[in-house]
């Protein structure tokens, strides 16, 4: 049996473990960045059934994050959540980039990966959708 002494060490310690345990699981992130400019791109892909297709375009997204005023990227698919009416799940791939301004955004589609990407990926997709927003 413990005696109260090590039991207070041992549910410190099971305490300290659990927050360290829980604190190495959440992503790091700097909270402190903000970055006033989303750019958010939805892509509809030729042939939707196709994970090569689609794996071709999100590695061509991914690498759009080398130009310079690109500060952060998100490249994703489609998640398998919950259907609901306000859910669109219809597109394939998505990119959600920040900048620190409108001139940034703007530098980002004329730069030569840009063209470069939209050249040698275009043939993927059957549609695209852009949301470009700045912070309220």
Not at 63 to 77: F, M, N, Y
Not at 92 to 100: A, K, Q, R, T, Y
Request: charged share 25%; hydrophobic share 45%; aromatic share 10%.
């Amino acid at each position: 049996m413990m005696n109260k002494s090590n039991r207070r060490k041992f549910i410190g310690t099971a305490a300290a473990l659990s927050v360290a345990t829980m604190a190495s699981a959440m992503p790091l992130t700097n909270m402190t960045k903000k970055y006033p400019v989303a750019h958010h791109v939805f892509f509809w892909l030729k042939n939707p059934g196709s994970k090569e297709d689609r794996d071709q375009l999100v590695a061509g997204v991914k690498a759009l994050s080398k130009i310079p005023t690109v500060k952060e990227i998100h490249v994703g698919i489609v998640a398998s959540t919950e259907k609901r009416d306000v859910v669109d799940n219809s597109w394939g791939v998505s990119e959600l980039m920040f900048f620190d301004d409108l001139e940034g955004q703007a530098a980002y589609q004329t730069h030569p990966i840009h063209l470069e990407f939209i050249k040698k990926y275009s043939h993927l997709w059957a549609k695209v959708i852009v949301y470009d927003a700045v912070e309220a």
